[in-house]
């Protein structure tokens, strides 16, 4: 018994990690609906610290590509991925039980500072987190698939809108500005990489 314990943490151990908040956030949630108050933010910084993770990921590999630490958490890229939609999930669902009426959840949503989120960065997370998987690359061809999920940084740009538009200016500027100086120096890095092995 213990074997097979061992054996399943061994193979959804980044699934849990990942997901770990899932779970009691839900909870708190379920328990009482008016949760929702601490919930927003917090299901809210959960989603944004995945997708800061993932989309560094490969800008980081770029630069630092002997990093052994780095390697192994791009294993992961999956599962970091999916628990930012699932964590999206949540944020979402405390707006509809803010409002307790799917009518004026859907008024609610067409206000300016929940359209970037409600009709571009949350469907390309759902889009993402559905084909995150080896059938769905299989299937789509790894040109495709790749290129799909290069609407990620549509989400991102959404995503830092929409925390401009909530009053969030700062924690948006103190994430954003750092993530965006990354992927530019990390696009020159990788331009500026042929050239200097050519040389060589």
Same mark, same amino acid.
């Given at each position: ?24 956030l ?8 008016? =949760? ?5 933010p917090?299901s ?6 995945m997708? !800061?993770?993932?989309v ?17 958490? =791009? ?45 571009? !960065?949350?469907?390309? +997370? +759902? ?27 549509? !989400? ?15 924690? !948006? +500027? ?16 990788t ?10």
């Open positions: 018994m213990l074997g097979v314990i061992k054996k399943f943490f061994h193979k959804y151990k980044a699934w849990m990690i990942t997901h770990a908040a899932v779970p009691p839900l909870f708190l949630l379920g328990y009482d609906p008016n =949760n929702w108050k601490l919930l927003t917090y809210g910084y959960f989603s944004l610290a997708l !800061a993770l993932v560094s990921l490969n800008p980081l590999r770029k630069i630092f590509p002997t990093a052994s630490f780095l390697r192994t958490l =791009n294993l992961y890229r999956q599962q970091i991925g999916v628990a930012c939609f699932s964590y999206a999930v949540i944020h979402i669902l405390c707006f509809i039980i803010k409002r307790s009426d799917i009518l004026e959840t859907l008024k609610y949503f067409l206000h300016p500072a929940l359209i970037p989120v409600v009709f571009v !960065a949350f469907p390309i +997370f +759902f889009l993402l987190a559905l084909t995150s998987n080896k059938y769905s690359l299989k299937k789509l061809g790894f040109l495709k698939w790749k290129k799909l999920h290069k609407m990620v940084y549509w !989400a991102e740009a959404a995503v830092f809108l929409h925390m401009l538009l909530v009053g969030q200016k700062l924690y !948006a +500027f103190l994430i954003f500005i750092p993530l965006v100086t990354l992927q530019s120096f990390s696009r020159k890095y331009k500026k990489e042929p050239q200097g092995i050519s040389k060589k």
